[in-house]
């Protein structure tokens, strides 16, 4: 057997290191620092508050190093700026100095026309910063603003008075919070004329009005992918501050936008607006988009509003719709949308035999069908087996309908996936055992399953559906309590290193350490483990404190790993407190990894 050589064993190292750690391995020495570049300046991500000013320093001490190339950053063709590791929480970014606010909007400009693509989905650029760097990055392509509001910054200087970086740091002086606005928008538009994919997201009402999108449809004649989302979320409408005619005038741009852009390929619309102006926008996109091949859909009113587009639109591969809430459609709108997007192939022959002309578009033929927060479980159902082609399946139900469909939606989800022979990713709720013994004789080529529930799925279902299934490699096992050691064993033997994310039974008491030992020997690809049972030392159901201190070290590849408690199996929650980890026991265990262990999540 041929030796590795050094510099392929260095390869092989690398390839498993985030960017800091690249960053700070370019450092050592030049053959390192060849190494380690070509990974870690083409796509970084800066976590606010926990990577910003360890990634500062790296840029500086990298720039007083011996090198012909003093500034590194500079071949950076993607950057992300994403909320610190310390919480998921986007607003827990808005602490964050404004020397860190200003020195991250130089560090982005100074990128200049080699960045390709930002995305910001923390709360840490205002208006200014985007002017500026707006300025300097002129050939951005793809542009995503997932945070547009915060809290409005108050006394902020107007952007037009500085187009570049030295005024940043003063209007931060007088300036508490930061918010994203049409000035943002503008400046992007009249600077970045090579933009193709744009994305804007806001949880704020109404932060852009009518002029950020005429000036988006007057700059932009052909993006490619344009996605406007601003999420009720929890199920809420959102409730807009704006008259009604200020409204009427944003839907009319919004409109314009697709209107002058008729080449996307991709549109998402997550708007709730009022149901005259969502049907605005959206018969626009039915007369003037006929290349979407991905289509998202949140907060409509009417499923007929939406069939005409996805009838306009043959080359659709995926459908999303978000919010089909059962107070809002009727048992028969459902099939009429159905019947009007996908025919059957009878009513296409009949049709065509009885005047000698194709009068019905041919049969869609969607790869990708998500309807979430449905609750026409029942009613969708039937339909889905037209779909021949899907590959990927993922119906989530709304909250009420989750609680009441048990049986009879079993049988159903039985009959819909015998004819999706190529389904690959499945995520439906399923009760007990039928559906995926269905899945395992229908449906060989999957790679992800999620049951949602599987409060009545036992070890015996889940065997044959490891067995049969010889691609899969992402599991998520909902509250199938009745799984225990058995079928997880099987699984991670059969599985072996084809397995990288699985999530446990949600505190269930019928997984031990046997399970983990079993995950740690069989599948050294492993990277995301969730839901290990901790229970107290001296149980037999569940797994010890020590147990986990031990094993999960030795997951070479593990980089997220989640803990729900059990409980101390004498009186419910009585000795609870004794078993949750504590924040030395986190970085204990992050040691003891490596550095290769990023996050852990601790559910009670």
Request: aromatic share 4%; charged share 20%.
């Amino acid at each position: 057997m041929e030796a590795l050589k050094f510099g392929d064993i260095i390869d092989t190292i690398f390839q498993f290191m985030d960017e800091i750690d690249l960053a700070e391995c370019s450092v050592v020495n030049r053959v390192w620092q060849n190494r380690a570049e070509r990974r870690v300046w083409r796509r970084i991500e800066i976590r606010v508050g926990t990577q910003w000013d360890t990634l500062k320093a790296i840029v500086k001490k990298r720039s007083r190093n011996n090198s012909n190339m003093t500034q590194p950053h500079v071949l950076i063709r993607s950057i992300t700026l994403a909320p610190g590791r310390s919480s998921d929480s986007v607003s827990s970014t808005s602490s964050v100095s404004s020397s860190s606010v200003a020195g991250i909007a130089r560090f982005v400009a100074s990128i200049g026309t080699n960045l390709k693509a930002l995305s910001v989905h923390a709360p840490v650029l205002g208006d200014d910063h985007l002017w500026a760097i707006a300025a300097k990055c002129t050939d951005l392509h793809t542009l995503s603003l997932s945070c547009l509001s915060g809290i409005i910054e108050t006394n902020r200087q107007s952007p037009s008075q500085s187009p570049s970086l030295l005024p940043v740091s003063r209007s931060l002086a007088n300036a508490s919070t930061l918010c994203i606005s049409d000035d943002a928008i503008l400046s992007i538009a009249s600077h970045c004329k090579h933009l193709k994919r744009l994305r804007l997201c806001a949880a704020n009402p109404n932060p852009l009005s009518a002029r950020a999108f005429d000036a988006i449809a007057d700059a932009f004649t052909n993006l490619e992918s344009f996605a406007l989302e601003w999420p009720a979320g929890m199920g809420s409408r959102t409730t807009f501050t704006m008259a009604k005619e200020d409204t009427m005038r944003l839907a009319r741009s919004v409109a314009r936008v697709l209107e002058t852009n008729p080449n996307l390929t991709v549109l998402s619309v997550d708007w709730h607006f009022d149901r005259i102006e969502l049907d605005l926008v959206l018969s626009h996109a039915a007369l003037h988009l006929s290349k979407l091949e991905t289509l998202r859909v949140g907060g409509f009113h009417s499923l007929a509003s939406i069939a005409p587009v996805v009838r306009n639109n043959h080359n659709l591969k995926t459908l999303i719709l978000v919010d089909m809430m059962t107070s809002t459609f009727q048992d028969h709108e459902i099939q009429q949308f159905f019947n009007d997007v996908q025919p059957l192939v009878t009513d296409i022959e009949a049709q065509t035999n009885h005047s000698g002309n194709v009068l019905i578009p041919f049969p869609l033929r969607l790869e990708n069908l998500e309807l979430d927060g449905t609750g026409h479980i029942l009613s969708i159902l039937p339909f889905i087996s037209r779909f021949s082609n899907l590959t990927r399946m993922r119906i989530r139900p709304s909250r009420l309908s989750a609680s009441i469909l048990f049986e009879q939606t079993d049988l159903m989800i039985c009959e819909a996936i015998r004819n999706l022979v190529n389904l690959r990713h499945v995520e439906i709720p399923i009760f007990g055992n039928t559906p995926l013994i269905a899945l395992a004789e229908s449906c060989p080529l999957l790679e992800e399953v999620d049951i949602i529930d599987g409060s009545q799925v036992t070890d015996q279902a889940l065997i044959l559906l490891v067995k049969a299934c010889g691609r899969l490699h992402t599991l998520h096992l909902g509250i199938a309590a009745h799984l225990s050691d058995t079928s997880i064993i099987v699984l991670a033997r059969t599985c072996a290193e084809r397995l990288v994310y699985i999530t446990l039974p949600f505190r269930t008491k019928s997984i031990t350490v046997r399970t983990l030992d079993e995950l740690q020997r069989s599948c050294p690809n492993l990277d995301t483990l969730l839901n290990i049972p901790v229970c107290a030392s001296g149980l037999t159901n569940g797994v010890t404190k020590e147990s986990i201190m031990t094993t999960i070290p030795m997951m070479t590849r593990l980089t997220k790993v989640g803990l729900c408690f059990i409980g101390s199996g004498t009186n419910g929650l009585e000795g609870m407190f004794g078993l949750f980890i504590s924040r030395v026991e986190m970085d204990e265990l992050k040691t003891r990894s490596g550095g290769r262990l990023k996050n852990i999540v601790v559910n009670a």
